[in-house]
């Protein structure tokens, strides 16, 4: 068949139809009785009209692939093909399903190797999507196991075709089209000799699909994240700089983010309202706002309905020791915090600043979350922590000086995201305010990356920031890319995880309250 002489649709099955599909079925199914009659056909589409279709070369109905709805509670477990079609020949559609149930595809053998198959099983997939159905299901004849029945259980055979050391005409295709064989059925069609009554029994998963009760909770798939590049300036007054925060909450809010991101310390200018000739004593007296700016934000996220990322502050423990914190304060009044682990050596040195013990993926109405402070991007071990807790996008608020420690946090960030099929925000300051001591040059380009592939930008860049100056920017994610990718993505990164030869585990203990 040449190509160029190939003029193909895909569309639903109509009754007309009948004729030219009584002679494709029978022209497949020579060995299983041949074409279902005509009223099986008719019921079928009247029923279920979307589940069945065709693909026409011109006139000529040259594919077709015919599904019902069932309850998968049902269907999911072992069953038989005259569970499906009884005595009768009318196959029940279940209306209210929650599956699609794959009854045939076949394709007239003169038009095979053209993936013509591929195409209804992907229309078939779509329409399991756009009705958020739980799953596509199917009994599949092993038709090449006859010949290998002397020699192979069937579960060894399943196993040697789907290690491709065998080709089975069905359970090939349907493993190279993302089934998953659940269990072998006996005596699903005792009239099958060549596959000897076994079948296998199929499922693709779609990983879209939301349950009733679930549609109705306030979690979204899209979100708008909202974030902050700061730029670092004297501020005559703690009020000044609540002031500034406030006017950027109120900005983003009127763009209806769900979230408003800030910076690392971005009220570090604060220490300028005293002397500063002893760095521990500054970075000590700034510390004394934080209990004041942590308040005041959570008051803007409830007043203005947005969670908030607020950066991160120097937070004086029990214990008299400083800590470098962040804090998620959500709209609804609840908070947060995720304390920086990984202490730079400037910090550690000039600041006497120790790392925190926790780590956490924190819920939020607007998708699970993590924050992983500048410097704890860095280590690649913190975001896998949290991809494996499910985390869907991690904020990194950041303070660099230069570019060349930027490019540190950038990058770093940046692998985060493919390595965890996640998005990440990252947030940084900028200005030059030489008469305070540490904040004499700033050095940021605040970005959104996702992972990398085919749903997202080709650079995995979502949104970036002019370099240096001051100004908010937006992005609007979609949850749903993340859950294509990490499950139907050109690589997928966390499923492909070799956790047979290598685990990874949190051991610190967390601290009774």
Request: aromatic share 10%.
């Amino acid at each position: 068949m040449d190509l160029e002489d190939l003029h193909l649709t895909l569309r639903t099955l109509k009754p007309s139809d009948y004729p030219q599909l009584k002679v494709l079925m029978d022209k497949v199914y020579d060995d299983i009785g041949g074409a279902w009659p005509k009223k099986t056909i008719t019921r079928l589409i009247r029923d279920f009209p979307d589940g069945q279709l065709v693909i026409v070369d011109g006139e000529k109905l040259i594919g077709v692939a015919l599904s019902v709805m069932v309850d998968y509670d049902i269907f999911s477990d072992p069953h038989k093909y005259a569970d499906l079609i009884g005595n009768t020949e009318i196959i029940p559609n279940k209306e209210d399903g929650d599956a699609i149930y794959g009854l045939d595809v076949l394709i007239d053998p003169e038009y095979r190797g053209h993936r013509l198959g591929r195409r209804l099983y992907e229309a078939r997939k779509e329409l399991c999507r756009s009705r958020n159905l739980q799953a596509i299901l199917a009994g599949g004849r092993i038709p090449g196991y006859h010949e290998h029945a002397d020699e192979l259980k069937p579960t060894e055979y399943i196993e040697a075709v789907d290690r491709k050391e065998i080709h089975d005409p069905i359970l090939s295709f349907q493993l190279a089209n993302d089934f998953q064989v659940k269990r072998l059925m006996r005596r699903y069609l005792p009239e099958d000799k060549k596959s000897m009554g076994y079948a296998t029994l199929l499922e693709w998963s779609n990983i879209l699909y939301e349950p009733e009760e679930r549609l109705l909770q306030t979690n979204r798939n899209q979100v708008r994240v909202g974030a902050v590049q700061w730029q670092m300036r004297r501020f005559a007054s703690v009020e000044a700089v609540l002031e500034q925060v406030e006017y950027f909450v109120d900005a983003l809010s009127d763009y209806q983010s769900d979230f408003a991101v800030f910076p690392e310390l971005f009220n570090a200018p604060l220490m300028g309202l005293r002397d500063q000739s002893d760095d521990i004593e500054a970075i000590r007296y700034l510390s004394s706002f934080t209990e004041r700016f942590r308040s005041e934000m959570l008051r803007m996220a409830v007043s203005y309905n947005i969670n908030i990322i607020a950066g991160s502050m120097i937070e004086e423990g029990e214990d008299g020791r400083l800590y470098n914190v962040a804090y998620l304060l959500r709209r609804d009044g609840t908070e947060e915090r995720q304390a920086k682990l990984h202490i730079t050596p400037q910090e550690r040195r000039d600041w006497v600043i120790e790392g925190g013990d926790d780590l956490a993926v924190f819920e939020t109405d607007a998708g699970r979350v993590g924050i992983l402070i500048c410097y704890d991007v860095e280590f690649p071990e913190l975001g896998r922590l949290l991809a494996d807790q499910d985390m869907d996008l991690l904020f990194v608020p950041f303070w660099t000086d230069t570019k060349n420690g930027y490019q540190r946090v950038r990058h770093c960030a940046h692998a985060r995201a493919i390595e965890n099929e996640c998005y990440v925000v990252l947030c940084g300051s900028v200005g030059n305010v030489p008469s305070i001591e540490n904040l004499g040059i700033q050095y940021a380009q605040s970005a959104v990356f996702s992972p990398s592939d085919f749903p997202f930008p080709h650079d995995a860049v979502l949104n970036e920031t002019t370099p240096n100056t001051e100004m908010i920017f937006f992005s609007d994610l979609d949850y749903t890319r993340l859950k294509l990718v990490r499950n139907e993505g050109s690589v997928t990164n966390l499923k492909d995880r070799r956790t047979d030869l290598f685990s990874l585990k949190w051991r610190k203990q967390k601290k009774k309250k």
